[in-house]
């Protein structure tokens, strides 16, 4: 449940309030709008029943919240989110580009990368160092020494890395090098990853998993949030149906269904969905159409050289020119790609 304040309530009426659910052995959440202030109630209502909170000083009214995720609800917190990831914000009336290899090759693959990407506007190095593959032949990943690679592309670029993490050991190390840790779609409802991540206090990019409903997404991200982390990211990558075409099916209603649900940023991330390089651009756009808050999109010095994912990764050239695509397209949607 929450509990909306008035606009004139007072901070004493608003301590009040909060007493009296604690002391009932709940947690509460607030949430300070320009307006007015909402209280987050979670746990078991019901032991509220006698306390007629509904009349307290300053209370406006009570409302019920059904859905099963409360911290990542639009209803307990109305002001959209904005996650600050070094020195670049997601969210708001920016629109954010994250960009690089699926995977660290090599010192001068990350540099090389990082260089090119920042030129044309990206404002995140993206990499992977951990690289869960469906075949335990195929490669997996440099590990703390990829993550050392990117640290050292951040500290000659300026740009903030993200990188995913697979397990507490992964993420132990990435805490060292990295700006954001990478939930993968894979390991979106591991729950005790989940909760270290959100321990850290580090922004999240949560990935919505190959056969997650939206609904089981948003209790994924309130694993973090419960944590007491509130800067997660969402990232729509696709999810597996029958169509064989593409990797997987690139879910754009995702966006403003998210939109409407919760005050996270989302992003998307074409690249992934498809896997296949002449269908990330017009997923792109599409995706800034629909309301994305940013684009992961991945680059590779060379992709047909490229030890993992090199069909849907984008040349520099290639990089370039959709970022120059997507800035008009962006000012129509009322962001700014630098």
Same mark, same amino acid.
């Given at each position: ?12 009426? $608003? ?17 300070? !709008? ?135 050991? &992964?993420?132990? &190390? ?9 939930? !993968? ?28 409903? $939206? ?57 992934? &969905? ?65």
């Amino acid at each position: 449940m929450i509990i909306i304040m008035k606009p004139d309530a007072s901070t004493e009426a $608003i301590n009040n309030v909060v007493s009296i659910v604690r002391e009932q052995g709940l947690d509460t959440h607030l949430s300070h !709008g320009h307006e007015v202030t909402i209280i987050g109630v979670v746990g078991d209502k019901t032991v509220l029943a006698d306390k007629n909170l509904e009349i307290a000083e300053g209370v406006d009214r009570i409302v019920s919240v059904t859905e099963s995720y409360k911290l990542a609800n639009k209803k307990f917190h109305p002001e959209p989110t904005v996650v600050k990831v070094g020195n670049t914000a997601i969210g708001g009336d920016n629109l954010v580009i994250m960009s690089g290899p699926c995977a660290v090759e090599s010192a001068e693959q990350v540099l090389e990368t990082a260089i090119a990407i920042k030129k044309a506007g990206a404002r995140i190095l993206r990499g992977g160092a951990y690289k869960p593959r469906t075949s335990p032949y195929s490669f997996q990943g440099m590990e703390e020494d990829g993550l050392r690679l990117m640290k050292e592309a951040k500290d000659a670029t300026g740009l903030p890395v993200v990188c995913e993490v697979t397990s507490q050991s &992964a993420v132990e &190390a990435a805490v060292k090098y990295v700006d954001m840790l990478q939930i !993968g779609a894979r390991n979106m409802q591991n729950f005790f990853l989940l909760k270290e991540v959100g321990k850290t206090g580090l922004p999240v990019l949560l990935k919505r998993g190959l056969s997650a409903t $939206i609904d089981e997404w948003l209790n994924a991200a309130e694993y973090i949030l419960a944590e007491g982390n509130p800067n997660v990211v969402l990232c729509e990558r696709g999810i597996r149906t029958f169509e064989t075409a593409t990797r997987n099916t690139l879910d754009l209603s995702a966006v403003p269904v998210i939109r409407a649900k919760s005050h996270l940023p989302i992003i998307v991330d074409p690249s992934h &969905a498809t896997g296949v390089r002449d269908y990330v651009e017009p997923l792109a756009m599409a995706g800034v159409a629909a309301g994305a808050d940013g684009l992961m999109i991945e680059t590779h010095p060379c992709p047909e050289k490229a030890l993992s994912d090199g069909p849907q990764s984008l040349t520099f050239s290639q990089f370039e020119e959709l970022c120059d695509k997507l800035r008009p397209l962006a000012s129509l949607m009322g962001k700014t790609l630098a």
